[in-house]
């Protein structure tokens, strides 16, 4: 495709560019999905909680459908597969195309782990459950758990595999594949995170507990999270990590207020703990959303903070209600008001438009700023963050030209991005038309 369009271009740095930007994604990607987590589990939480849960701040805000391919009401499975490959599948099917040919269908992680990108999945369910398995096995049914063990530590092999444990995995098979092991709280806080490659943490013999029963010598979601960034971090090329809050929906099917409202709070510290990691950072994407709603919750009255809101819950099992959707950095923009589960591959994916190179959706002073920041060095080729949106190698005229030709297009930010101070842009606009002109003098054509 890309080919194509080259050749139709008769201009060769346009056809650079396009081919550098096709090439351009997030360099790291979070994706967090509250499993069961509607906007009424949402709300019941922020009225205990007695304040916005974390991921309500994020700016860019939506809603999510939710259907499996064969029913209006999709299973974990089927959902996991949307969110993570684009592809609706019948329920129970954990990313083959079925209905289809039933061929494996390319996950996210498999996407960055093609890119020499570091992985990981984390989650409250036991590690072979369908959220995960979504994103790193490929099996007719979500219950081949010995065989979505195997995916994991023999085809897909994330860095990271955080979960309960049993159910296929084992420390002895965990060991064989070349994993380290750790099987409770004190274990996972104890790892160098600095010279982990490949780590499962089998914690008990399967879901861990709820929140509200407390965890004993068992870690929080947040505990593991936290521990998966310090490990994937140390990948200078990016990572990608799903993190599941996987017992909102245990809580949903019992319809357990009080521990739904727990696992949810829990899932937003989890959330909170990211945006720690991510604040600040112009190349991370953070999503969180969820698979489906669980329960039919409906939130009646709000009794103030450390009381439960009074509700009524219409189901014990999943429903077709939408889900929200939270962003927050590259690539966020994308996600709109009314969205599909199959969106979110080609939106995680997608590269920007050319001169947005931390892809806020945005040419403005801050790409600006990769140019001149880096101006006349070396880089790595195409790295837009480096200021190469042209392609070469070199941060240059090329470069400028890219930005400033594409300046001022695309949406900006919401309010509560950083925004420059007006005095920096104009020092910043004056020094590019200085260096514009000093680099047009030294090299002649
Ligand atoms: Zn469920």
Known sequence: MLNQICSL????????????LASAQPKNVI????????????????????????????PYQGLVTT????????DSAAAATALATGQKVNNSVISLALPGDGSELTTLLEHYQALGRDTGLVTTTYMTHATPAGFGAHEPSRYNSTQIA?????????????????????????????????????????????????????????????????????????????????????????????????KIDHAGHSNLLAHNIGETIEFS????????????????????????????????????????????????????ANVPVYALGANAYRVTATMDNTDFFDLV???????????????????????LGNWNLNVAMGDLLLGDPSGDGYVGIEDLNVVLGNW????????????????????????????????TRSRPT
């Not at 296929?168 to 965990?174: D, F, L, N, T």
């Open 349 to 371: 994916t997608a590269a920007g438009l050319p001169g947005d190179l931390n892809l806020d959706g945005f040419v403005g002073i801050e790409d600006l700023n990769f140019i």
């Open 269 to 320: 510290n989890t959330v909170q703990a990211v945006l720690d990691w991510a604040g600040g950072r112009n190349d991370t994407l953070v999503i969180v959303t969820a698979d489906h709603e669980t329960g039919g919750l409906n939130v009646l009255a709000d009794n103030g903070p450390g009381n439960l809101p009074t509700v009524s819950w219409s189901s014990t099992g999943h429903t077709a």
């Open 150 to 246: 195997g995916d994991y530590l023999n085809q897909t092999r994330p860095n990271v595999l955080f979960g309960g444990g049993a159910h296929g995995m084992s420390v002895a098979s965990a060991q064989l594949a070349g994993y380290n092991v750790v099987t409770d709280a004190a274990g996972l806080l104890a790892l160098n995170t600095n010279t982990q490659t490949f780590v499962s943490g089998q914690f008990g013999t399967t879901h861990l507990p709820y929140e509200v029963n407390g965890l004993g010598a068992l870690p929080h979601l947040s505990q593991m999270t936290t521990t998966a960034l310090d490990i994937l971090d140390n990948d200078p090329d990016g990572f990608f990590l799903m993190v599941e809050g996987g």
């Open 9 to 20: 271009l008769t201009a060769t740095l346009t056809c650079a560019i396009t081919a550098s």
């Open 408 to 439: 001022n297009t695309g949406t900006p930010p919401p309010p509560g991005s950083v925004v420059p101070e007006p005095a920096a842009t104009i020092f910043f606009l004056i020094a590019s038309l200085v260096l514009l002109k000093r680099r």
């Open 31 to 58: 994706f967090m999905i509250g499993d069961g987590m509607g906007p009424d589990q949402v709300e019941a939480a922020r009225m205990f909680n007695g304040g916005p849960l974390s991921f309500e701040s994020l």
């Open 67 to 74: 259907n499996a391919a064969n029913a209006a009401i999709t």
